[in-house]
C-alpha cells in the first residue's frame, strides 16, 4: 500500500506520452517530485516542464531503460537529482503485430528487450538504494491485460506481457519472503486511447525500419497498424484508466485492472487451464 505522495520521489519510464505522462501528472497533482524519463528527450522534457509549471520539482532524462547501462545513468541521475526513490514506474512499452510465421526477428528482440528486460533491469538497478533507504518504497510495472490472457494475434505483444506479469509476481514473492517494506502491483488495462499504433517511432536505432525491408512498406502491415489504432480508439481515456490505479494502491492491491469486463474471462481462463482442455478465447466470450 503506498499512500505517502507528498514529496515522495517518483520516477517514471515511457513518461514521453500516454500512460506514462498520466500517471507522471497524478502523482505531480498528489504532491510528488518526478523523475520523467523517455526514449524521446524533448518529450520527455515537455512533461517535466507541465510538472515544474504545478510546483513540483521535475527533470526529464533521455534513456533507452531496455538496456542496463542506461538504466544505471537513469539512477545515477535521480540520485543527484533527488537522492532516493520512493516509487518506481515501469511503463516502458512496445508492440508488433505479426503472427508468429512472419514475425522479424528484430521485431521480437525489440519487443522483449522493450516491455520485459525494461523492467528487469530497472528494478535490477533500484532495488539496492530502496532497501538501503529503510523507508517504505513502491514499484508499479505497466503490464497490460494481455499479461493475464491471451487472443488469436499479437503473439510477441502477449508473450512479452506474460512474461512481465510473472517477473512482477516472482519479485512480489521474493519481498514479502523477505518481509521487505517494498510493494510491488502490476497494472493490466484492456484498450486506452494512446499512441500504441504508433509504435514504431519509438524504436531505438539498432531496430529502426530501413527502406530496403520490404515487410514494414506493404499493405499488410499498414493494415495492421490501422487495426491497432481502430482497436484503440475504442478503448478508454487515459486520465480515466490511470486514475484506477491510484485508487487501487491505496488498497493494496497487487492485480490493478481498468475495467471488469475482464473478471468473468479470468475466472473461466482459471477453470480451463484447472481442467487442462484448451486455452479460453476472450471473443467467446462477448
Known amino acids: 500500500m503506498f499512500t505517502n505522495y507528498q514529496n515522495a520521489k517518483v520516477v517514471v519510464t515511457g513518461a514521453g506520452n500516454g500512460i506514462g505522462r498520466e500517471l507522471a501528472l497524478g502523482f ?6 518526478v523523475a520523467v524519463i523517455d526514449i524521446h528527450g524533448d518529450e520527455a522534457e515537455a512533461v517535466a516542464a507541465e510538472l515544474r509549471a504545478m510546483g513540483r520539482q521535475a527533470f526529464a532524462m533521455e534513456a533507452d531503460v531496455s538496456l542496463l547501462t542506461e538504466c544505471r545513468a537513469v539512477f545515477d541521475r535521480v540520485m543527484t537529482e533527488f537522492g532516493r526513490v520512493d516509487v518506481l514506474v515501469n511503463d516502458a512499452g512496445v508492440s508488433a503485430l505479426s503472427d508468429v510465421e512472419h514475425m522479424p526477428e528484430k521485431d521480437l528482440k ?56 510473472a ?10 519472503a523477505e518481509q521487505a517494506d517494498i ?4 497494472f493490466c488495462p484492456g484498450y486506452v486511447r494512446t499512441e500504441m499504433h504508433l509504435t514504431d517511432r519509438h524504436r531505438p536505432d539498432r531496430f529502426a525500419i530501413r527502406d530496403d525491408e520490404p515487410y514494414y512498406h506493404t499493405e499488410e502491415y499498414a493494415g495492421l497498424v490501422a487495426f491497432n489504432k ?11 484508466a490511470v486514475e484506477t490505479i ?5 488498497k493494496d492491491q497487487f492485480y490493478i485492472l481498468d475495467s471488469p469486463k475482464y473478471e468473468r474471462l479470468l475466472c473461466e481462463q482459471g477453470v480451463f487451464e484447472a481442467e487442462k482442455t484448451r486455452p479460453i478465447d476472450f471473443y467467446t466470450m462477448n
Not at 167 to 176: A, D, I, M, P
Not at 183 to 186: E, F, K, L, M, R
Request: proline residues 3%; negative net charge.
Open 28 to 33: 505531480a497533482r498528489r504532491g510528488s517530485d
Open 110 to 165: 525489440w519487443v522483449f528487450e522493450t516491455n520485459v528486460y525494461s523492467h528487469w533491469f530497472m528494478m535490477q538497478t533500484f532495488l539496492p538504494q530502496m532497501r538501503a533507504q529503510g523507508t517504505h518504497c513502491q514499484i508499479l510495472n505497466v503490464c497490460s491485460i494481455a499479461g493475464l490472457i491471451s487472443m488469436n494475434g499479437a503473439p510477441a505483444y502477449f508473450s512479452s506481457k506474460h512474461a512481465a506479469v
Open 167 to 176: 517477473l512482477s509476481e516472482c519479485l512480489y514473492k521474493q519481498l514479502r
Open 183 to 186: 510493494d510491488v502491483s502490476i
Open 230 to 240: 481502430m482497436l484503440l480508439d475504442n478503448g478508454a481515456p487515459v486520465d480515466t
Open 246 to 250: 491510484f485508487t487501487a494502491l491505496e
